[in-house]
């Protein structure tokens, strides 16, 4: 494989992170950072980078307390000459939180970056520096691409565990050096609690480090804000974060399990007090757009809309999809019409315009959930269905009926290599559609990839739909329910696009990185 290495990264980081380290440990757990100065702010929660282009990408922070954010980068660890980018102010408003655009980067190479919060009333006194780097987009086919991809964190009450040494998988990640990380949906469980301690089947105690704000489903803005610190709280999260970029997408749990558009919580469910999942789900946008990097989620942002298209050089463009936003509302999904379906209209016809556009060689649909796997709403005691699939094999119906104009579009447009990638079922598996084997035959053949979790419960092997004629080539997944971390069962997935033949890899691992399932695929092809 012909990606290019940094060698120096990693080593870079050993010391320039080991200084930021032993500041992100917030002061009221207990452990003053080593470096912090009396009324001066801090950036205890870390530094994060995002949706990196050619010559741009996004850094975010978090203030103790109002501060004025500033960015300095440089081509090496010494920060001589370094180029300074003035953010915006730190304040209540944001919780705090804020990104800065770092723009005019070189194209294809290792950024070292700082971030400084200075006081705004005198901006001589600051916090110690925190630091991070990251690699910009090439513009050269010849360096290759590789990204990871997982999805739910903290799920089913499996929180940062202090005797496992929280969210290890992160660092098994970080030692692939990613060109970036797809996270896709379910950052955070709002709707799941954390305690502080759980059984486990042998006897033995699960214990998580607790918040206030986990100790119960979020409901109001502060505690929706409250779940996604919770995730920061972890040192290898945190140190993953100043490493490697990320693509971030949104799905349920960032809200409430199996939310749609205009659904009204039952009464007979008491832990909430606000039963307008429409006023939930505004305020966890809204804290979802602070504690992440995302470009079209930045203050001022033109659209203001989870999905959109990243261009990854000549090699790869990856479309981010909401499945959420726009969607219908769960049914039985049996309808035979359904202009609206899980993207909606409009999302649908700009996901065609983008695959349309695309030149790079591969299309990379990121998806929140998956197109085959059958994924039950039980919620409310009713056979509802929460993806796409609905279990019957036949012609498609409900929400079936958008994916297949999609997949008609794509083949008679002859757009080639697309690849489908999502999480949400808590297992990981592989899935060939081929239309000789499906009700539904206009057509050709595609991958779906299936990841995660990362840090949560895991559950059995979803049913297949044969309405596009999926084949599970593999699939690692307990055959009991909600298995938690320790029992194993956790998974990321690898992307790897060869710069020189254009092939891509995807590999699935294990969450010490251990390699379970390898699939190449080769380029030029309609669908795959």
């Not at 896709?184 to 709707?191: E, F, M, P, Q, V």
């Not at 254009?502 to 390898?518: A, K, S, Y």
Request: net charge neutral; proline share 7%; charged share 25%.
């Amino acid at each position: 494989m012909s990606h290019r290495p940094f060698p120096g990264r990693r080593s870079v980081l050993r010391g320039s992170l080991a200084a930021s380290a032993a500041l992100t440990l917030p002061v009221g757990l207990g452990a003053a950072p080593a470096f912090a100065r009396s009324g001066r702010p801090q950036a205890g929660w870390g530094v994060q980078t995002g949706d990196v282009t050619t010559d741009s990408g996004l850094v975010w922070v978090r203030s103790d307390r109002p501060a004025r954010m500033i960015v300095e980068t440089s081509a090496t660890e010494s920060f001589r000459n370094p180029r300074r980018f003035h953010g915006p102010l730190l304040d209540a408003g944001t919780d705090f939180t804020g990104t800065t655009r770092l723009h005019g980067l070189p194209s294809g190479e290792q950024i070292h970056y700082r971030v400084l919060l200075a006081d705004p009333d005198d901006p001589r006194r600051t916090c110690e520096p925190v630091a991070g780097a990251f690699r910009t987009v090439s513009r050269h086919r010849r360096d290759g691409v590789r990204f990871l991809w997982s999805g739910d964190l903290a799920g089913q009450g499996w929180g940062i565990n202090p005797d496992r040494g929280g969210y290890r998988i992160y660092d098994a990640m970080a030692g692939l050096d990613p060109d970036f990380f797809l996270c896709s949906g379910d950052n955070i469980y709002a709707d799941g609690p954390i305690s502080a301690s759980q059984a486990l089947p042998d006897g033995s105690t699960w214990r998580n480090v607790t918040t206030e704000e986990k100790a119960k489903v979020a409901e109001t803005l502060a505690e929706f804000r409250g779940n996604f610190r919770y995730n920061l709280l972890d040192d290898n999260l945190r140190r993953f974060n100043a490493q490697v970029p990320s693509v971030i997408q949104w799905d349920d749990h960032e809200v409430r399990n199996n939310w749609y558009p205009g659904e009204v919580i039952a009464a007979t469910d008491t832990r909430y007090t606000e039963k307008s999942v429409d006023v939930l789900a505004a305020r966890a946008r809204r804290a979802f757009g602070e504690y992440f990097p995302i470009s079209t989620l930045r203050p001022g942002a033109k659209l203001g809309r989870v999905h959109r298209v990243l261009r990854q050089g000549p090699l790869l463009d990856v479309f981010v999809l909401d499945m959420r936003t726009y969607r219908n509302a769960n049914s039985p999904d049996g309808q035979t019409v359904d202009p609206q379906g899980i993207l909606g209209r409009e999302q649908l016809e700009w996901l065609k315009r983008e695959l349309s556009r695309s030149r790079a060689v591969w299309k990379v649909i990121a998806a929140d959930m998956p197109i085959g796997l059958v994924v039950p709403d039980t919620t409310e005691g009713r056979p509802n269905f929460e993806a796409v699939a609905q279990g019957d094999p036949g012609a498609p119906l409900g929400r079936e009926l958008q994916i297949a104009e999609l997949l008609r579009f794509i083949k008679h447009r002859r757009i080639t290599g697309t690849v489908w990638l999502t999480a949400d079922v808590h297992h990981t598996s592989a899935q060939h559609y081929q239309p000789s084997r499906a009700a539904f035959t206009d057509f050709e053949p595609f991958w779906e990839f299936v990841s995660g979790p990362l840090n949560a419960g895991a559950f059995p092997a979803s049913a297949l739909d044969g309405t596009f004629g999926p084949e599970r080539v593999f699939v690692k997944a307990p055959t009991a329910s909600n298995v938690s971390p320790a029992g194993g069962y956790q998974f990321f997935g690898e992307v790897d696009i060869d710069g020189g033949s254009g092939e891509l890899t995807v590999r699935l691992r294990e969450q010490d990185g251990t390699v379970l399932f390898t699939k190449s695929l080769q380029p030029g092809r309609v669908g795959q």
